[in-house]
């Protein structure tokens, strides 16, 4: 055989062993990363950020229980904490701003990529409701202000007064302080609610609330409103959410990361981690800073990692409901 037959006999001989491995179905055809068989899709799950989620998701699970859809059950879930007058960080009872007003900050998105929220909302209880109602009854996705607030009493909301005493007085003792030159953040200063869910149709929602950093200025709004940041949803992939100190987060457009990185193949602790290395990563000074994501990708799946320790979530499906504490990367 002359040596031009032989090289082009071999490299046929090489080329059809390479397409063999390559074929649909062929056991050799995967990577170290890789399943040879399907995950099995875990549904539905509902999954929210600090203690605050247990009664959430009850309220969540009262509609996946019976077939109804995730968009619903978010909405419904984060709706128990902004009614509660004895949570400090959401809705109604919130800590105020500096100036003795509390404003709120709310988003949700559905399993189709639509998506509302209102920023710096005044006097309406259940921000996320008022976010749903700018999904589905304007082409905008953000209405803030007082446009928020004329948009909310359109549809039928009323107004409230979200400044319960308690808050009334834990304000004016700050404003008393010394601690007023500077709004402080620490673990218990930003429990924003985000809420993840995968119904019995593998459709997956999500929906965040807050009223923010306390004592923060006038006019602050962090990342819970903005798609991308406090939350993101893809149906082909997951969804994440945010908490914690809603500037970092922005910066690194935190939830969409989570998102793309579990769909470059990660699990949500993997990406969960990864995003907050990346906000250790891109701040000179992490000292206090405390950020926490969430995630759930699409076969139930879930996971959460925190820059500090404190960081814990509720989870609840057919076989459990339990608190989890996340994983973190330093301790206070």
């Known amino acids: 055989m002359s040596r031009r037959n032989f090289i082009k006999t071999s490299a046929l001989g090489i080329g059809g062993i390479l397409l063999a491995k390559c074929a649909p179905g062929n056991p050799e055809n995967t990577t170290d990363n890789e ?28 509609i996946l229980e019976k077939g109804g859809n995730a968009l619903d059950a978010v909405e419904k879930g984060v709706m128990v904490t902004e009614s509660d007058p004895t949570n400090r960080s959401v809705g109604l009872g919130g800590l105020p701003d500096r100036e003795g007003h509390v404003t709120l900050d709310a988003c949700i998105m559905n399993h189709e990529n639509e998506c509302g929220a209102v920023a710096f909302l005044q006097e309406i209880e259940n921000p996320i409701a008022v976010a749903r109602k700018v999904m589905e009854e304007t082409p905008h996705v953000m209405l803030v202000g007082q446009g928020a607030q004329d948009f909310a009493l359109a549809q039928g909301f009323q107004k409230t007064n979200l400044l319960v005493p308690e808050a009334e007085e834990a304000w004016k003792k700050w404003k008393e302080s010394e601690e007023q030159k500077k709004p402080g953040i620490n673990s218990e200063n930003h429990d924003t609610i985000g809420m993840l869910a995968i119904d019995e149709h593998g459709n997956i929602s999500g929906a965040c609330t807050t009223s923010g950093w306390a004592y923060k200025l006038h006019g602050r709004v962090g990342d819970s409103p903005i798609i991308g940041a406090g939350l993101f949803v893809d149906n082909e ?35 969960c981690k990864e995003a907050v290395e990346r906000i250790i990563k891109k701040h000179k000074n ?19 990692h925190s820059v500090y320790a404190g960081f814990n979530y509720a989870l609840r499906d057919n076989q459990t409901e339990k608190m989890i504490d996340a994983q973190y990367e330093m301790e206070w």
């Not at 399943?35 to 009262?62: Q, Y």
């Not at 994440?240 to 769909?263: D, K, P, Q, W, Y």
């Not at 800073?289 to 996971?303: M, P, R």
């Open 237 to 271: 992939v997951g969804g994440a959410c945010a908490t914690g100190l809603g500037e970092a987060v922005i910066r690194i457009a935190g939830s969409h990361t989570v998102v793309e990185l579990m769909r470059q193949g990660k699990s949500p602790n993997e990406a």
């Open 35 to 62: 399943e040879t068989t399907p995950k099995t899709i875990s549904k539905p799950v509902v999954i929210s950020t600090w203690n605050h989620g247990l009664d959430a998701n009850k309220a969540a699970w009262t």
């Open 286 to 304: 992490i000292e206090g800073l405390q950020v926490g994501f969430l995630a759930i990708n699409k076969y139930g799946e879930v996971g959460g």
